[in-house]
């Protein structure tokens, strides 16, 4: 199996990566190589894992994360994993990304595994114009403000990142910041666009969510923290759509496992997933060639 991180490339700033896997085994040196496609913005940046031949899987980071997101993960996955058709692996908006993508494209993909996401979440179409408002009106303020960016100490980026996101371990942290700055006369700048902090403003409704939803017809895994999303899936205001997406699961018998974790368990605690990621491939994907094969 083969494995691409890739990361976009906004006027020089990174922001969002994605990422093909293909089999690798534990403690075997694996081929890892950088990968840069020009594109008329800027450049898509990534990173390979595995040989030139193989099943690759399209691994999506999260919200402002990079492809070091999956660094730890990535290890974890067998090489007896020679799939031979497109899979997807996304975390957190990844997840989404993959979930839209198969949704709209359902004969390109074979698996759908969503890290700490299911679904996505509905908008409230009652605040849709006043987030959408507000959220334009936020992207022409930042627009008249200097283009200057904070100059940090790499430890310094490390201790703001953790500030920002206290789901990271420090370990973690480190990892996403070997991609996630640039250098800078006296220290580093975050190399992501300060947009990607903003509100979403484009969301869909229960109905639009709940079809889209329905619309992927690979089999999916679904490994949900703890202390993530978990929590979210409790909210009294989505019991409507949470109640109707694990209905449609079990409809279509997908999988939806829970790991001890927060909401980077994949990064902070690799071995807590790629257990479930490997049985998955194997019995859901693999096992389903080998038949297709045999009935040739």
Request: proline fraction near 6%; charge should be negative; include cysteine.
């Amino acid at each position: 199996m083969k494995i691409f991180t890739s990361c976009l490339c906004l006027s020089s700033v990174s922001g969002s990566d994605l990422l093909p896997l293909h089999g690798i085994t534990v403690g075997e040196r694996m081929c890892v190589s950088e990968l840069r496609v020009p594109v008329p913005w800027g450049e898509i940046r990534g990173r390979v894992w595995g040989p030139d031949h193989g099943r690759p899987v399209l691994c999506l980071h999260g919200w402002a994360d990079n492809c070091g997101s999956f660094n730890t993960l990535i290890p974890l996955l067998p090489r007896a994993l020679q799939l031979r058709s497109f899979s997807i692996m996304g975390h957190s908006m990844g997840a989404d990304v993959a979930e839209m993508f198969s949704a709209l494209y359902p004969e390109m993909v074979d698996a759908l595994i969503l890290l700490d996401s299911y679904g996505i979440y509905p908008t409230d179409m009652k605040e849709f114009f006043t987030v959408l408002k507000e959220g334009m009106d936020k992207m022409l303020q930042f627009e008249k403000r200097s283009t200057n960016r904070s100059v940090y100490t790499f430890e310094e980026a490390v201790q703001r990142l953790l500030a920002a996101n206290p789901a990271l371990s420090l370990p973690s942290a480190r990892c996403l910041l070997e991609r996630g700055l640039d250098a800078a006369e006296g220290g580093f700048v975050f190399s992501r666009d300060p947009r990607v902090n903003f509100r979403n403003i484009l969301g869909l409704s229960l109905e639009d969510s709940l079809d889209m939803h329905s619309s992927i017809q690979a089999p999916v895994l679904a490994v949900l923290a703890e202390d993530g999303f978990c929590k979210l899936f409790s909210d009294p205001s989505l019991e409507e759509f949470t109640s109707a997406l694990h209905q449609s699961s079990r409809d279509k018998n997908h999988t939806m496992v829970t790991v001890p974790g927060d909401h980077h368990v994949h990064l902070n605690n690799p071995h807590a997933v790629a257990p479930f990621v490997t049985d998955f491939l194997r019995t859901r994907v693999l096992s389903q060639s080998v038949k297709h094969e045999h009935k040739l």
